[in-house]
Structures are given as structure tokens and as C-alpha cells.
């Protein structure tokens, strides 16, 4: 039987680890999937490293952009931009369609529901004082309804929805 050298006393730590790495640029307000809250998403880049004795020693896999939530530090698979783009387009949807309202409601100025809905639009993309103005266009819609003088009520109340949040 061969006799096998024996080697001994020289033992690598190696290993590897993700690192996370801010990509700068601004953040992005949005609802997290993860924990439910609104908060700034950041753009980072996730490598991975080989590590010698638990440092870094060189990256052995591409960037993978991602978004992380701030509040939760979940991380999603995809770049800041594209959630930045979906955000930016989920306001003109909102815009649109508070413009489609506003039209539908001067030509009937005393329609307490599209009045409502108006309100309400208005009220989700943070814009409050136009919810108040709208409001205050269509004196005979408020006065039909007491959902809509309530929802008023309570937006005059707040300081400002972007303060709540
Ligand atoms: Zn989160």
C-alpha cells in the first residue's frame, strides 16, 4: 500500500459572501411587497466575493442590481430605474384618470359619487389640497353628500399626507 505524505498545520479559511452595495441616486417612495409599509427604495448592486478568512478577496459573480426597501432591507430583483419608471406611470394612470373625472363631474356638478371618487383619487396620490379645491368646485355634489363632507373633513385635518406617512 503507498504511504500517503501527510500534510499538516496549513489550513485555508475560504468561503464566499454577498456584498451590498449603494448605488447613490435618489430613492424611490413605494409600498413594500415585503413588510407592508411605504418607504425610500435605494438601488443597490449585490456581488458575490471569494473570501480568504472571511474577507473579500475578489468578485466571482457579475452586479445584480437590485431595490431594497429601507424600512425592511428586503431585497427585489430589479434595478431602481424600473420601479422608479412603474411609480412615475402609476401617477399619470392616477392623473388621467382624476382629469376623466373632473370633465365627467362639471358636466354633472351635482354627482356626489364621481365627486367622491375625485376626492378620493386625489386623496391617494397625496394631493389633498386638490381634493379640497374639487370640493369646493362642486359646492352642490358636497352638499348631497355626507361621505364627501366627511372625506374633506378629514383631509383638511391632516397636515399633509406625505407628514402622515
Ligand atoms: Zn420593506
Redesign the pocket.
Known amino acids: 500500500m503507498p504511504h500517503r505524505p501527510e500534510h499538516r498545520g496549513f489550513i485555508i479559511l475560504f468561503g464566499t459572501r454577498q456584498i451590498r452595495s449603494g448605488e447613490g441616486g435618489p430613492p424611490v417612495e413605494t409600498g413594500?411587497p415585503?413588510?407592508g409599509?411605504t418607504?425610500p427604495f435605494i438601488g443597490k448592486n449585490i456581488r458575490t466575493w471569494f473570501t480568504l478568512f472571511f474577507i473579500p478577496v475578489f468578485p466571482i459573480s457579475g452586479g445584480q442590481r437590485v431595490s431594497e426597501?429601507t424600512?425592511?432591507?428586503?431585497a427585489f430583483n430589479l434595478p431602481i430605474e424600473q420601479l422608479r419608471g412603474a411609480s412615475a406611470n402609476s401617477g399619470q394612470h392616477q392623473y388621467q384618470e382624476a382629469i376623466a373625472l373632473y370633465n365627467r363631474l362639471r358636466e354633472n356638478p351635482t354627482d356626489a359619487v364621481l365627486l367622491f371618487q375625485l376626492m378620493q383619487i386625489y386623496a391617494a396620490m397625496g394631493e389633498g389640497d386638490q381634493a379640497v379645491s374639487a370640493a369646493r368646485h362642486f359646492p352642490e355634489a358636497l352638499a348631497a353628500s355626507s361621505q364627501c363632507r366627511e372625506l374633506l373633513a378629514r383631509i383638511e385635518a391632516a397636515p399633509s399626507p406625505a407628514q402622515q406617512a
Open positions: 413594500c415585503n413588510c409599509t418607504a426597501c424600512h425592511c432591507h428586503t
